[in-house]
Protein backbone atom coordinates (compact mmCIF):
# COMPACT_ATOMS: atom_id res chain seq x y z
CA UNK A 1 0.00 0.00 0.00
CA UNK A 2 1.05 3.56 -0.88
CA UNK A 3 0.27 6.84 0.29
CA UNK A 4 1.11 10.55 -0.36
CA UNK A 5 3.31 11.96 2.32
CA UNK A 6 3.53 15.54 0.71
CA UNK A 7 0.39 16.85 2.87
CA UNK A 8 -1.49 15.40 5.73
CA UNK A 9 1.04 12.97 6.61
CA UNK A 10 4.47 15.72 6.86
CA UNK A 11 1.80 18.18 8.59
CA UNK A 12 1.22 15.50 11.14
CA UNK A 13 4.79 14.81 11.29
CA UNK A 14 6.45 18.00 11.10
CA UNK A 15 3.46 19.04 14.18
CA UNK A 16 4.89 15.85 16.17
CA UNK A 17 8.14 17.41 15.85
CA UNK A 18 7.09 20.59 17.11
CA UNK A 19 5.61 19.59 19.83
CA UNK A 20 7.61 19.51 23.02
CA UNK A 21 7.68 19.98 26.39
CA UNK A 22 8.58 23.13 27.66
CA UNK A 23 9.23 24.33 30.62
CA UNK A 24 10.22 27.95 30.37
CA UNK A 25 7.58 30.50 28.76
CA UNK A 26 7.28 33.90 27.84
CA UNK A 27 5.66 35.53 30.84
CA UNK A 28 4.38 38.22 29.07
CA UNK A 29 2.12 36.89 26.72
CA UNK A 30 -1.13 35.95 27.68
CA UNK A 31 -3.28 33.17 26.77
CA UNK A 32 -7.63 33.68 26.60
CA UNK A 33 -9.59 31.45 28.14
CA UNK A 34 -11.71 30.79 24.38
CA UNK A 35 -7.86 29.70 22.87
CA UNK A 36 -7.71 27.26 25.72
CA UNK A 37 -11.46 26.47 25.48
CA UNK A 38 -10.72 25.53 21.62
CA UNK A 39 -7.81 23.47 22.86
CA UNK A 40 -10.39 21.17 25.02
CA UNK A 41 -13.02 20.94 22.01
CA UNK A 42 -10.40 19.48 20.06
CA UNK A 43 -10.39 16.21 22.76
CA UNK A 44 -14.21 15.86 21.33
CA UNK A 45 -12.71 14.11 18.54
CA UNK A 46 -10.42 11.81 20.02
CA UNK A 47 -11.37 8.14 20.50
CA UNK A 48 -12.65 6.64 23.71
CA UNK A 49 -12.49 3.60 25.77
CA UNK A 50 -15.73 2.75 25.73
CA UNK A 51 -16.84 6.05 23.93
CA UNK A 52 -17.97 7.05 27.33
CA UNK A 53 -15.86 10.50 27.11
CA UNK A 54 -15.24 10.75 31.03
CA UNK A 55 -12.01 13.50 31.40
CA UNK A 56 -13.37 17.13 32.22
CA UNK A 57 -10.77 20.41 32.06
CA UNK A 58 -10.64 23.13 35.11
CA UNK A 59 -9.04 25.97 32.96
CA UNK A 60 -6.81 28.43 34.67
CA UNK A 61 -5.47 31.61 32.92
CA UNK A 62 -5.87 34.11 35.73
CA UNK A 63 -2.98 35.21 37.13
CA UNK A 64 -3.64 35.17 40.65
CA UNK A 65 -5.12 31.32 40.16
CA UNK A 66 -2.05 30.46 38.07
CA UNK A 67 -0.05 31.82 41.06
CA UNK A 68 -2.02 29.73 43.42
CA UNK A 69 -1.62 26.09 41.05
CA UNK A 70 2.43 26.51 40.59
CA UNK A 71 3.61 25.81 44.37
CA UNK A 72 2.10 22.25 43.91
CA UNK A 73 3.97 21.13 40.77
CA UNK A 74 7.10 19.18 40.62
CA UNK A 75 9.46 20.41 37.14
CA UNK A 76 11.46 18.83 35.06
CA UNK A 77 12.87 15.40 37.03
CA UNK A 78 16.02 15.19 35.24
CA UNK A 79 17.46 18.89 36.30
CA UNK A 80 18.46 18.02 39.83
CA UNK A 81 20.13 21.60 40.46
CA UNK A 82 16.34 23.42 39.33
CA UNK A 83 13.55 24.13 41.02
CA UNK A 84 11.38 25.50 37.57
CA UNK A 85 11.11 28.85 36.17
CA UNK A 86 11.50 31.84 37.78
CA UNK A 87 8.54 34.24 37.86
CA UNK A 88 9.34 35.68 34.68
CA UNK A 89 9.37 32.30 32.91
CA UNK A 90 6.61 30.50 34.11
CA UNK A 91 3.34 28.88 32.57
CA UNK A 92 0.39 31.89 32.06
CA UNK A 93 -2.13 28.69 31.62
CA UNK A 94 -3.18 25.37 32.60
CA UNK A 95 -5.56 22.67 32.31
CA UNK A 96 -6.42 20.75 35.13
CA UNK A 97 -7.68 16.99 33.51
CA UNK A 98 -9.48 15.42 36.03
CA UNK A 99 -11.66 11.99 35.40
CA UNK A 100 -15.27 11.88 36.22
CA UNK A 101 -15.96 9.58 39.10
CA UNK A 102 -19.49 9.44 39.10
CA UNK A 103 -18.73 7.98 35.15
CA UNK A 104 -16.27 5.47 36.19
CA UNK A 105 -12.81 4.77 38.42
CA UNK A 106 -10.58 4.46 35.35
CA UNK A 107 -10.12 6.25 31.75
CA UNK A 108 -8.10 3.39 30.14
CA UNK A 109 -6.30 5.40 27.42
CA UNK A 110 -8.28 8.51 26.85
CA UNK A 111 -6.09 10.72 29.27
CA UNK A 112 -2.45 10.79 27.06
CA UNK A 113 -5.09 10.27 23.79
CA UNK A 114 -6.77 13.71 24.93
CA UNK A 115 -3.41 15.38 25.86
CA UNK A 116 -1.78 14.61 22.76
CA UNK A 117 -4.51 16.21 20.85
CA UNK A 118 -4.43 19.36 22.85
CA UNK A 119 -0.44 19.88 23.00
CA UNK A 120 -0.53 19.32 18.94
CA UNK A 121 -3.39 21.68 18.53
CA UNK A 122 -1.21 24.27 20.90
CA UNK A 123 1.39 23.47 18.63
CA UNK A 124 -0.14 24.77 15.50
CA UNK A 125 -1.10 28.02 17.43
CA UNK A 126 2.97 28.23 18.51
CA UNK A 127 1.84 27.67 22.29
CA UNK A 128 3.94 25.80 24.36
CA UNK A 129 3.06 22.74 27.18
CA UNK A 130 4.11 20.57 29.25
CA UNK A 131 2.46 17.71 30.86
CA UNK A 132 3.01 16.84 34.86
CA UNK A 133 1.67 14.13 36.53
CA UNK A 134 4.13 15.21 39.88
CA UNK A 135 1.52 17.57 41.30
CA UNK A 136 -0.16 17.83 45.12
CA UNK A 137 -4.03 16.23 43.84
CA UNK A 138 -5.58 17.59 47.23
CA UNK A 139 -3.92 20.84 46.87
CA UNK A 140 -4.41 21.63 43.28
CA UNK A 141 -7.99 20.99 43.87
CA UNK A 142 -8.54 23.09 47.15
CA UNK A 143 -7.10 25.76 45.90
CA UNK A 144 -9.09 25.89 42.43
CA UNK A 145 -12.14 24.48 44.42
CA UNK A 146 -12.60 21.30 41.87
CA UNK A 147 -15.92 19.09 43.63
CA UNK A 148 -14.31 16.26 45.02
CA UNK A 149 -16.15 14.08 41.79
CA UNK A 150 -13.42 15.12 39.73
CA UNK A 151 -9.95 13.34 40.32
CA UNK A 152 -7.65 15.54 39.30
CA UNK A 153 -5.06 13.20 36.85
CA UNK A 154 -2.54 15.90 34.70
CA UNK A 155 -1.62 19.33 34.74
CA UNK A 156 -0.72 20.85 31.44
CA UNK A 157 1.35 23.91 31.58
CA UNK A 158 0.41 26.26 28.49
CA UNK A 159 2.50 29.71 27.78
CA UNK A 160 4.81 30.39 24.61
CA UNK A 161 8.08 29.56 24.45
CA UNK A 162 11.16 30.77 26.14
CA UNK A 163 13.23 28.61 25.48
CA UNK A 164 13.79 26.23 22.52
CA UNK A 165 13.01 22.42 22.50
CA UNK A 166 14.65 19.83 19.89
CA UNK A 167 14.91 16.54 19.49
CA UNK A 168 18.74 14.60 19.26
CA UNK A 169 19.91 11.36 18.33
CA UNK A 170 19.77 8.70 21.17
CA UNK A 171 23.63 8.68 21.74
CA UNK A 172 26.00 5.83 22.49
CA UNK A 173 25.41 5.63 26.05
CA UNK A 174 21.89 5.08 26.13
CA UNK A 175 21.21 7.68 27.74
CA UNK A 176 17.55 8.70 27.41
CA UNK A 177 17.26 11.88 30.17
CA UNK A 178 16.72 15.49 28.29
CA UNK A 179 19.39 17.56 29.42
CA UNK A 180 20.11 21.60 28.41
CA UNK A 181 23.07 22.26 25.85
CA UNK A 182 26.06 24.91 26.05
CA UNK A 183 23.02 27.35 24.09
CA UNK A 184 20.24 26.45 26.88
CA UNK A 185 18.30 24.18 24.28
CA UNK A 186 16.52 21.56 25.87
CA UNK A 187 17.55 18.47 23.91
CA UNK A 188 15.43 15.48 24.17
CA UNK A 189 16.95 12.15 23.24
CA UNK A 190 14.65 9.54 20.78
CA UNK A 191 15.56 6.13 20.00
CA UNK A 192 15.73 5.36 16.17
CA UNK A 193 13.34 3.61 14.32
CA UNK A 194 15.35 0.45 14.31
CA UNK A 195 14.96 -0.19 18.04
CA UNK A 196 11.30 0.43 18.16
CA UNK A 197 10.25 -2.50 15.44
CA UNK A 198 10.34 -6.00 16.45
Known sequence: MTYDKSDKFSILKNLLITNRSVRRFD???AIQPSTVAEL???TRYCASGRNLQPLRYRIVTDSAECADV??????AGYYKDWDGPDEKERPVAYL????DTALCQNCLCDDGLQLEAITLGAASLGIAGCIIKAFNKQMISEVLDIPARYE??????????????TIVDLGEDGDIKY?????STQCVPKRP???LII
Open 40 to 42: IDL
Open 27 to 29: HSR
Open 152 to 165: PRYVLALGYPAEKA
Open 96 to 99: IQCL
Open 179 to 183: YRDDA
Open 193 to 195: LSE
Open 70 to 75: YPHLAW
